[in-house]
């Protein structure tokens, strides 16, 4: 669920220009240092699923558009505005357009200050832990040297409704060794939601890493854990290594990561988007319970604009028989200039040589 204002883009348009012939007297004045950025994607998609009693197979597609625009208020404050179409197959199995979809609602409104090393944000921001969800909200962030510390209270947070959320989070280097870490704690800040005891401490919330490199070797391993839960499901936790290498053309890595015993959904959401998580194709580690999973990686230049990219993914289920499942994606990238790529996408689900599916993309997008 995500926390909209809807407008469509010509309103957003007409009111920016309506306040800036109030206030600048000229365009020219009015856009004068504004940083506008953003990015258009459309990807056709076509599944294929094969079961042992049916053949299904459906067609969807699914158009993505930000546009972003940051105003400088004055020589410490900006003002930041986002419109997001993030809404995920804008068809639904029948071909039919679904209502929710291409609109561009504003998900991120906020201010920014910045003085001496220290910023401020104070509106409609990023919630940390969550798969790009928003909470009105305020953070403080400082830098000493090589040290950054940041901390923030949200509310009325779009992933968790009637929620409080606090939170702190440091990262730095020290020597060739990075790190950062946040913690993050829920409280329930009112009995709408069907708790009687307001205020109730529901769960606290941690991700922590460290990365380096050995000679043309790369090196990461993450830790995240949801802890103190009050209610529902039991503590998780998940963690992941990685080592990645360049040699000449060819890019290579292998990640392995693992849930604990009650399941690996660490974030506030409950998504796949985590720092520890392996997602691809229907394998998602967070939501397999007691599992583990590895996932190999391998990418050559094709020619001076061309990539291609092979994937293997296997996942190893502990709490259910016959639940194990091997995920094969392929992609072909074309970068015709720095801000326009098509590609094309092929991934193979088996879910134990029961339930297999195919899917196929064919995909643009254009950033700005």
Known sequence: MKKFAKMSLVAAIAVAGLTS??????????????NISGFVEYRLEKSLNVASTDRASEAKSDLDIRLQA???VNDMISATVRFDESFDEDTDNSGALRSASRT?????????YMNDG??????????????GSQSDGMTVSKSFGDVSLTAGYLYTSASVAGDDIY???IAGKAGVVSYDATFAALDDADALDGNANAETHEANFLDAGISGKVDVVSL??????????TSGNMDQKQWLVNASATLGAVNLGVTYAANGKDGGATLIDGSDAGSTEITMGALELHGEGDAQAILVDASVAVGEK????????????DDTA?????????????QMSSNFKGYLEYTSNDRDGTNKASDYVIGAKYSF
């Not at 012939?21 to 504004?34: C, D, F, N, P, Q």
């Not at 220290?118 to 798969?131: C, H, K, N, S, V």
């Not at 830790?223 to 103190?228: M, P």
């Not at 061309?306 to 289920?317: E, F, K, M, N």
């Open 220 to 229: 990461k391993a993450r830790y995240s854990s949801k802890t103190g839960v």
């Open 70 to 72: 940051v105003v400088p």
């Open 322 to 334: 016959n639940n194990d499942l091997n995920v094969i994606r392929a992609n072909y990238y074309y």
């Open 167 to 169: 939170f702190a989070s």
């Open 118 to 131: 220290l910023t401020a944000t104070f509106g409609l921001i990023g919630t940390p832990l969550t798969d």
């Open 306 to 317: 061309g990539t291609a990219r092979l994937r293997y993914a296997s996942l190893s289920d």
């Open 21 to 34: 012939t109030a206030t600048a007297g000229s365009l020219e004045e009015a856009i004068k240092g504004v």
């Open 104 to 112: 561009l609602d504003v998900d991120r409104a906020f201010f920014t």
